[in-house]
């Protein structure tokens, strides 16, 4: 089992930067990458960014590229999420995910194996 808690989440600003954290704990031995999700209210949850754990190769959405940057420190088996030049859209629940298996897609939410409880992002305009 993996536990995953994500802080960080707050009111802002549009224009303004955050960043995200997601503290991952038990079998992370076994961690194949750790992405980043997102709801707004009435939406289906999307696909934001993704990390393959060993390689630290990373892969966003277009909504987000240019914008948000996905990170790990592979020692306190954290997951980060800086996001800048936030909009109004990136409203919604932020939700972290950790993946065990490989060959499953890391943007859809079925190639996640562990989710965290999710953090809270509102921005205002």
């Known amino acids: 089992q993996v536990q995953l808690v994500e802080s960080g989440g707050k009111l802002v600003q549009a224009g303004d930067s955050l960043r995200l954290s997601c503290a991952a704990s038990?079998?992370?031995?076994?961690?194949?990458?750790m992405g980043w999700f997102r709801q707004a209210p009435g939406k289906d949850r999307e696909f934001v960014a993704v990390?393959?754990?060993?390689?630290?190769?990373?892969y966003y959405a277009e909504a987000v590229k240019g914008r948000f940057t996905i990170s790990r420190d592979y020692a306190k088996n954290t997951v980060y999420l800086q996001m800048n030049s936030l909009k109004p859209e990136d409203t919604a629940d932020y939700y972290c995910a950790s993946a065990v298996r490989s060959g499953i897609g890391v943007t859809t939410r079925d190639g996640y194996d562990y989710w965290g409880q999710g953090t809270q992002v509102t921005v205002s305009s």
């Open positions: 038990g079998r992370t031995f076994s961690t194949y990458a």
């Open positions: 990390i393959w754990w060993r390689t630290a190769n990373t």
